[in-house]
């Protein structure tokens, strides 16, 4: 998270010049980008927005406070 922190300026800067502006972020097997680009959204005062609910268990401690839990698709 403190590592995103220091993204925040960067992004803002570009991001007020420009009409849409795109992060990407590395992904690793466990999904952590994800987990990774939800926080970055929060960090950037973005809405709330959903999760899958695996992502959310397994990352409860980094996501409960900032997604709703979309529902469980079966």
């Given at each position: 998270?403190?590592?995103?922190d220091a993204w925040r300026p960067g992004i803002q800067r570009i991001a007020a010049h420009a009409s849409e502006t795109y992060v990407v972020l590395a992904n690793d097997a466990s999904g952590r980008s994800v987990v990774n680009a939800l926080q970055l959204h929060e960090i950037l005062?973005?809405?709330?927005?959903?999760?899958?609910?695996?992502?959310?268990?397994?990352?409860?401690?980094?996501l409960a406070p900032l997604v709703r839990r979309a529902p469980r698709q079966e």
């Open positions: 998270r403190q590592e995103l005062g973005l809405r709330t927005i959903e999760a899958p609910e695996p992502l959310v268990d397994c990352y409860a401690e980094q």
